[in-house]
Structure formats: structure tokens, C-alpha cells
């Protein structure tokens, strides 16, 4: 791996001499997802130097398919429409539709207006459909037979259309309908004169273009595939998404799922600056310092009973120390239930009812080890009852809200993983405080 910081040190020397050959000469043996990382250790008058005066636009184009959507905003602003529109006729067209969307609409017509007729017409076609579904992903750059093509036509077709990633040929109808795929072993072993309709094999599975982007993630996945055919409602092919694409929605769904339980944005990156750092985190932040006071609060609600048994405060962060873990555990589980399409509505009662049985068994394990303990300690068998009607209870609760809060916020069409983290362990820190100083206070006879 590249020292990109020492490689943006190197960048920089050359464009102060003006070595605006060198650093393309330099530049064209890197890979453009390095090339994406050594942004961030560059000035932005740098930047704009690279992408205004030196990089071709054919290598613009994949730097910008490696970056996310925040590292694209500063680039648009220093791309000129014309140059920005000859770059995106040069990428995918679905990385290109996610660049669009990310301009103002006036200038997003502009562009559109400067690309070539035959280019705008792919990327309206892709536009129409919904973000975040199959058919926005998928990227129509394939190669397309008739079932009365021969084996030396379609290589003919190969040759001249030059499309790289090649796995299978897809064959279609007249109209569009997809009838089958040919691959590419079978093609390159036939005989020139051989039909296509020889070599046809059956689909083995196809995404609807209107299904979540993630559903062909799981396709792909599920049934081991290279690539999956995007079709629409007609059975007419759309495009495929590659295992490349694939892996970039896993990449994305983990970081989000990462992310929106600790209450992260999913762009914030180690290399981000402080004030990135400070606008995603600081919300958050805020919102824990409520919470906490919440749980401050209901502490103090308590403070004669802490003064009688001043000794039940050792045991609190213990209490609501385990419950936040098993409602965190419980929450991940869900969580990825979801989005692998494991969880589905009549499922929910069943799983809540599992882990609320492994609240109960997990509690009364843990409970009855921290009671001895408690017990040993105090030689008081009232406080470790107590502990342990405690933590049974905070583990029931962490597996009962791990459950409820992300299933709930699917139902809403809320992103069941951001802040759920947040809800889950106040809930669990400030029922469990609650619990506990009230069995204690009830059972010792101090309330």
C-alpha cells in the first residue's frame, strides 16, 4: 500500500515547478481509489490544479467512481459543466446518474443539455428510476444477442463494442424480454457457425428493477454470481449489478449499520477535519448528555436510599452495565435480520420471544454470580436478591427494546440502525438504575 501522504508531498513539489507532465506521467501508475485518499492530504488549490489543468478526463472519471458522495461536492465545484458533462460520458452510466444527483437542478439540466443525445437518452432512462432501487444501479453497459445470432457474431459484437467484465452474454427478444444467458466458457468453445440458441442457458435468477438495490446484493450473494440481470416489469433486461457493485452495497450497508448505532454520519472518516468531526458527532453527543442526565436524574431521585446503603452504588454501573450490553447484542442481531431480509413481520413475535428467553437465562446466570458476590461482600441476602431481580430484569429489558427499537423504526421506513445504538442504552442505563435502587430500597426497607 501507498504512503499517500508522502505521495501527495510529492504531487505538491511538482505542480509548485510546474511539472504538470511529470505528475501525470506519475499519476498514471496509481490506482485511482489511491489517487481518491491522496485528496485529502493535498491543498485545495492543488486539487484544482489537477482537475482543471492536468488529469485527463478519462482518469477524472474513474477518480470520481472511488469517491463517496461528500469528497464529490468540492470536485463539482471546480469542474466546469463542459467538462464535467465529457467526463460522464466517459464512466458508467449509473456512477454518472449518482453524480447528477448530486448537482442543483438548474445545473443538472445544463449538463444533461451538453452530453451527446445518445448518452442523455441511457442516463434519463436510469434517472427515472427511484434511488436506491435495482434499476438506478444497475449499469446497462452490456453485451445483448439475439437467439439467431451465430457464435462468430456475437465476436464480432465482443470486438467491436470492447466492454470489459465479461462473465456471460445475455440474450434477448425483439422486444427487450430477457430469454437467457450465453457464458462466455460455452462461446469461446463453439463453433463460429453455431447459433446462439445452441448455446442458451436458463437465467437462474433476475431482480425486479423497482426491488432495493440491496435485494441484488443478496441475490448475488445467496445464489454465489458474478452478476445478476436487472429486468422490469415487462421481463425486459434493464442491466446487470457486478459483484464489484455488490461489494460496495455490503461495504455501505456494514458502515451504515456501523456507523448509525454509534451515531456516526456514514462520509466521516478518520481523515475527516475537525469540523466534519464536530457536525456529525457533536448532535449526538448532545443527546447522550440528555440521556445521561435523565439516568443522573433517577439516581438522584434515590439519594436517601444511596445514603442509607451507600454500597449499592457499587453495583449500579454493573447493572446497567450488562443490560446495555445485552440490549446491544440483541439490537445487532435485529439489525442485520433486516437488512438480510431475515425479519419479516410475522417473524417478529417469535424472535422477540427468543431473546427474551435468553434474557432470562443469561440474566439469571449472571444474576446469581454478581448476588453471590454482592452477598459474600455485605453478608446480606436481601442485596443480593436484589441484584439478581436486577439484572434478570435489565437483561429482559435489553432484549426487549434490542428488539422493538430497530423493528419499529422499519416499520416507519426509518433506517433501523441509526441512533438506535443512543435509544437502546439509555433506555437499558436508566431502567436499569430505576430497577435496581427500587428492589434494593423495597427489600432492604430503606424506601
Not at 60 to 71: A, N, P, Q, T, V
Not at 302 to 318: C, D, G, N, S
Not at 321 to 327: K, Y
Request: aromatic share 4%; charged share 20%; hydrophobic share 50%.
Amino acid at each position: 500500500m501507498r504512503d499517500m501522504r508522502q505521495l501527495a508531498q510529492v504531487v505538491q513539489r511538482l505542480l509548485r515547478k510546474n511539472a504538470r507532465v511529470r505528475v501525470l506521467r506519475l499519476l498514471e501508475r496509481v490506482h485511482p481509489s489511491d489517487i481518491s485518499q491522496m485528496l485529502d492530504y493535498l491543498r485545495q488549490g492543488d486539487v484544482t490544479r489537477l482537475f482543471t489543468e492536468v488529469l485527463s478526463l478519462q482518469r477524472i472519471g474513474e477518480i470520481m467512481e472511488e469517491l463517496s458522495e461528500k469528497e464529490l461536492q468540492p470536485i463539482l465545484k471546480i469542474v466546469t459543466d463542459q467538462r464535467l458533462a465529457e467526463v460522464l460520458q466517459r464512466i458508467d452510466p449509473a456512477t454518472a446518474v449518482e453524480v447528477l444527483s448530486l448537482l442543483n437542478p438548474e445545473r443538472n439540466e445544463n449538463v444533461l443539455a451538453i452530453i451527446k443525445p445518445e448518452k442523455r437518452v441511457v442516463l434519463e432512462r436510469i434517472i427515472a428510476y427511484p434511488e436506491g432501487s435495482a434499476g438506478r444501479a444497475a449499469s446497462p453497459m452490456l453485451v445483448t444477442l439475439n437467439t439467431g445470432a451465430t457464435v462468430q457474431e456475437a465476436i464480432d459484437e465482443l470486438r467491436q463494442v470492447g466492454t470489459e467484465d465479461i462473465w456471460d452474454l445475455y440474450v434477448v427478444e425483439p422486444g427487450g424480454q430477457l430469454v437467457g444467458i450465453v457464458p462466455m466458457r460455452r462461446l469461446l468453445v463453439a463453433q463460429p457457425d453455431t447459433e446462439i440458441r445452441e448455446l442458451l442457458a436458463e437465467v437462474a435468477v433476475t431482480v425486479e428493477s423497482l426491488d432495493p438495490v440491496e435485494e441484488a446484493a443478496r441475490v448475488c450473494a445467496r445464489y454465489d454470481l458474478m452478476a445478476v440481470p436487472v429486468v422490469d416489469e415487462h421481463h425486459c433486461l434493464v442491466g446487470i449489478i457486478t459483484v464489484d457493485d455488490v461489494l460496495d452495497i455490503v461495504e455501505e450497508e456494514a458502515t451504515e449499520a456501523l456507523y448509525g448505532i454509534a451515531g456516526l454520519e456514514t462520509h466521516l472518516r478518520v481523515g475527516s477535519s475537525v469540523k466534519d468531526h464536530l457536525g456529525s458527532r457533536m448532535p449526538w453527543v448532545l443527546l447522550n448528555l440528555m440521556t445521561a442526565t435523565l439516568a443522573a436524574t433517577v439516581v438522584g431521585s434515590f439519594e436517601a436510599t444511596i445514603q442509607e446503603a451507600a454500597f449499592l452504588a457499587a453495583f449500579m454501573p454493573v447493572v446497567a452495565g450488562m443490560g446495555g450490553n445485552m440490549g446491544t447484542q440483541t439490537l445487532t442481531l435485529v439489525t442485520r435480520g433486516l437488512a438480510l431480509g431475515e425479519v419479516a413481520e410475522g417473524t417478529v413475535g417469535k424472535i422477540l420471544g427468543r431473546q427474551i428467553m435468553v434474557g432470562i437465562v443469561l440474566g439469571l446466570a449472571v444474576g446469581t454470580i454478581m448476588g453471590l458476590g454482592a452477598f459474600l461482600w455485605q453478608d446480606n441476602w436481601l442485596l443480593a436478591l436484589a441484584v439478581l431481580m436486577a439484572i434478570i430484569g435489565n437483561f429482559i429489558l435489553g432484549a426487549l427494546i434490542g428488539t422493538l427499537v430497530p423493528v419499529v423504526l422499519n416499520a416507519i421506513d426509518r433506517d433501523p440502525a441509526v441512533g438506535s445504538g443512543v435509544i437502546v442504552t439509555a433506555t437499558t442505563d436508566i431502567l436499569g438504575f430505576l430497577q435496581f435502587l427500587g428492589f434494593a430500597g423495597l427489600l432492604l426497607g430503606l424506601l
